[in-house]
């Protein structure tokens, strides 16, 4: 049974192809009705809405009449910078309508690596709450798009990053899909969408596709961002966002989509390191797993080798048989932990408190 109404601080992520129409501009129309949509939830919930907004490459692709996205990483940042400001004042016009007030925040991977900046943009989050502005995030592409491998998948990873860093109650991606399928729909005319899912197993992953069109995203993305949200305790629901009032009906707990349950919240110092980028690797011997779980501190003596070029207080992956199992602030930097890996009678490479098994 959906349980969503007490929801206060919610993220809505709308993709490229939801927010475009078929030629590539943006849709005006889906714009005012989203908006009119969320100042309702406003009124009549009290809930904070933040948007996580994608479209500037599409949108700059329409403007400069280019015939698909450029794969060029120059032209891709032109791209983005132009359509980002197509996107932002339509968006803007739209909200002006119900006379609500949007903000633009625009993040890059690394935004969330320094704890201090994650908590810059928690406190301009909540200010902006103060102010009954609505937050409008997108990834700054025109910066952050050369770094292929950091790439947040057509911003769902990065709406649950946000939605993890602001403790959200609840998550909403909307896309031109009605929610998770047990199998292919466009192969199986007979495919139902899986109303409700506890936990992102192998098996649930299996029925992720790919990604096309515009966009970066697809299945696998949102299934990443729902086994984000799964750890950080919030509820996410994948919805077609040209459904009609499909904000207010998912809030009312009408069985729209798919809904994905949470396990319990974690504390927001584990939160941070969760999702922060891993500066680098530990590879750590077979015992090392259990001591951990049993609330053990991470000698170095346990550590058989180091990856990567990380400063002490970093977040680092620890990882064994080729499996990320935990994630950590790390207390010695590589040079000084690849000197004394394997060693004992040296002080913990990590501390319980700065860990979090995954």
Same mark, same amino acid.
């Given at each position: 049974?959906?349980?969503?109404?007490?929801?206060?601080?919610?993220?809505?992520?709308?993709?490229?192809?939801?927010?475009?129409?078929?030629?590539?501009?943006?849709?005006?129309?889906?714009?005012?009705?989203?908006?009119?949509?969320?100042?309702?939830?406003?009124?009549?919930?009290?809930?904070?809405?933040?948007?996580?907004?994608?479209?500037?490459?599409?949108?700059?692709?329409?403007?400069?009449?280019?015939?698909?996205?450029?794969?060029?990483?120059?032209?891709?940042?032109?791209?983005?910078?132009?359509?980002?400001?197509?996107?932002?004042?339509?968006?803007?016009?739209?909200?002006?309508?119900?006379?609500?007030?949007?903000?633009?925040?625009?993040?890059?991977?690394?935004?969330?690596?320094?704890?201090?900046?994650?908590?810059?943009?928690?406190?301009?989050?909540?200010?902006?709450?103060?102010?009954?502005?609505?937050?409008?995030?997108?990834?700054?592409?025109?910066?952050?798009?050369?770094?292929?491998?950091?790439?947040?998948?057509?911003?769902?990873?990065?709406?649950?990053?946000?939605?993890?860093?602001?403790?959200?109650?609840?998550?909403?991606?909307?896309?031109?899909?009605?929610?998770?399928?047990?199998?292919?729909?466009?192969?199986?005319?007979?495919?139902?969408?899986?109303?409700?899912?506890?936990?992102?197993?192998?098996?649930?992953?299996?029925?992720?596709?790919?990604?096309?069109?515009?966009?970066?995203?697809?299945?696998?993305?949102? !299934?990443? +961002?729902? *086994?984000?949200?799964?750890? #950080? &305790? %919030?509820?996410? $629901?994948?919805?077609?966002?040209?459904?009609?009032? @499909?904000?207010?009906?998912?809030?009312?707990?009408?069985?729209?989509?798919?809904?994905?349950?949470?396990?319990?919240?974690?504390?927001?110092?584990?939160?941070?390191?969760?999702?922060?980028?891993?500066?680098?690797?530990?590879?750590?011997?077979?015992?090392?797993?259990?001591? !951990?779980? +049993?609330? *053990?501190?991470?000698?170095? #003596? &346990? %550590?058989?080798? $180091?990856?990567?070029?990380?400063?002490?207080?970093? @977040?680092?992956?620890?990882?064994?048989?080729?499996?990320?199992?935990?994630?950590?602030?790390?207390?010695?930097?590589?040079?000084?932990?690849?000197?004394?890996?394997?060693?004992?009678?040296?002080?913990?490479?990590?501390?319980?408190?700065?860990?979090?098994?995954?």
């Amino acid at each position: 049974m959906r349980n969503l109404q007490n929801s206060r601080i919610i993220v809505v992520k709308i993709g490229t192809q939801t927010i475009t129409k078929e030629d590539g501009s943006a849709d005006l129309d889906f714009l005012r009705d989203i908006s009119k949509q969320i100042a309702e939830l406003k009124d009549k919930k009290k809930c904070n809405v933040v948007i996580v907004t994608s479209g500037a490459i599409g949108l700059g692709v329409k403007e400069l009449a280019l015939k698909q996205k450029p794969r060029d990483i120059a032209l891709r940042q032109a791209t983005a910078s132009i359509g980002q400001t197509i996107l932002m004042q339509s968006w803007r016009d739209a909200f002006s309508e119900e006379n609500i007030k949007v903000a633009q925040l625009l993040l890059t991977y690394d935004t969330f690596t320094d704890r201090q900046s994650y908590l810059n943009l928690k406190n301009a989050l909540t200010q902006l709450f103060v102010l009954d502005v609505v937050p409008i995030i997108n990834e700054n592409d025109s910066i952050s798009i050369a770094e292929i491998d950091a790439s947040f998948g057509d911003n769902d990873r990065l709406s649950a990053i946000v939605a993890s860093k602001i403790e959200a109650d609840l998550l909403i991606l909307l896309s031109t899909i009605s929610g998770l399928y047990d199998k292919n729909p466009k192969e199986h005319k007979n495919a139902k969408i899986i109303s409700e899912v506890l936990s992102v197993t192998d098996e649930i992953l299996k029925t992720a596709g790919k990604s096309s069109g515009l966009g970066s995203g697809g299945m696998k993305t949102k !299934l990443d +961002a729902a *086994k984000l949200c799964n750890n #950080a &305790g %919030i509820v996410m $629901v994948i919805a077609n966002g040209k459904e009609k009032n @499909v904000l207010p009906r998912i809030i009312n707990n009408e069985e729209l989509g798919t809904i994905f349950y949470p396990s319990k919240k974690i504390p927001d110092k584990k939160r941070w390191i969760m999702f922060a980028p891993a500066a680098g690797k530990l590879i750590v011997d077979d015992c090392v797993q259990d001591l !951990l779980n +049993a609330g *053990k501190n991470l000698l170095p #003596a &346990g %550590i058989n080798t $180091v990856l990567g070029d990380f400063n002490k207080n970093d @977040v680092v992956d620890l990882v064994y048989k080729d499996k990320t199992f935990a994630k950590a602030i790390v207390d010695y930097d590589s040079a000084t932990l690849d000197k004394i890996k394997k060693q004992s009678g040296h002080k913990n490479a990590v501390k319980r408190e700065n860990l979090v098994i995954l």
